[in-house]
């Protein structure tokens, strides 16, 4: 996929990359030598960690970064940090079942392009586009039945790519200041399974960084349903919020704030069922 991404990306401009491209490729280039060394189980969480916190100082560096207008400068630093390295993992959280991180992140880069064509310069079209082609391209032989995984190099890299590219594009500039949680919805995705199993896991006084069959494609496999099945229904979800996001940057205040009710609506109800659905029979009685 990396591979794939840098050449459709070369043949997307004819003179130099501007300056937020280059640091975007050095900041990438360490995360998915982190996810090879990673694949080989050599690196501990820590270093991992570590591993990104570098990979996101290169891209604030580059001067990508958190900009919130109504906040001060050290807060959009200590967000930028807080967002890219929490979505790099959470992308990578969610390749639990075949197909789901590809798609999920085809689908937020289309959207992610489409608020971006009114929005932003030409920075995020020329990246989102060749990720997309890169994630599509892979989910030919990883959608269900999988025949090849991306690992954590893959997944990582993704993350952290969506992550980036939502950072760039100026979303409350000549609008509400409600737009800026348009990226949040468009990737509600990862960033629900995310804080869903972390909150499973505090209230059960399980480690974080420990695995348990809380996220919602294992709870879903555990109680029956197909990788197939998995794959659409959270494909429908990720569009349904992909539309909520443009929808939200482009329409008035009232109906953004109309849309955001309606998305914390389905957030609860997916709890609910998430937690009426349980962890499956090998799991009875722990819900």
Known sequence: MYLAFLFALALTNE???????????????IIVMLGLFDD????????KLFGQAVAVLVLVKAGIMVQLSFI????????????????????????????LAAGITAIAGIFLYIIALMRTPDVIPMLTLP????????????????????G???????????????????YTDGHHRIAWIAPIIVLGIPIFDTLYVMTVRFIRKIPVMSGSPDHFAVRMR????????????????????GLSGVAICYF??????????????????VTFILKKLGRGPAHSGTP
């Open 15 to 29: 003179g130099q990359f501007p300056p937020k491209i280059t640091g975007i490729l050095l900041s990438a280039s």
């Open 40 to 47: 080989l189980k050599v690196l501990s969480p820590k270093v």
């Open 131 to 150: 990720l997309v082609g890169s994630a599509v391209g892979f989910l030919a032989f990883n959608r269900p039945p999988a025949k090849i995984y991306m």
């Open 152 to 170: 954590d190099t893959g997944s990582m890299f993704l993350g952290f790519m969506l992550g980036a590219i939502a950072m760039i594009g100026k």
């Open 222 to 241: 555990n109680n029956g349903f197909s990788a197939v099945y998995i794959a659409t229904t959270a494909y429908g979800f990720g569009t349904f919020l």
């Open 72 to 99: 001060p400068g050290w807060a959009n630093l200590m967000l930028t940090f807080f967002w890219v390295i929490g979505i790099t993992n959470a992308l990578n959280l969610i390749d639990v079942s075949d197909g």
């Open 252 to 269: 008035e205040r009232t109906i953004a704030i109309s849309v955001a009710g309606v998305i914390v609506f389905v957030v609860i109800l």
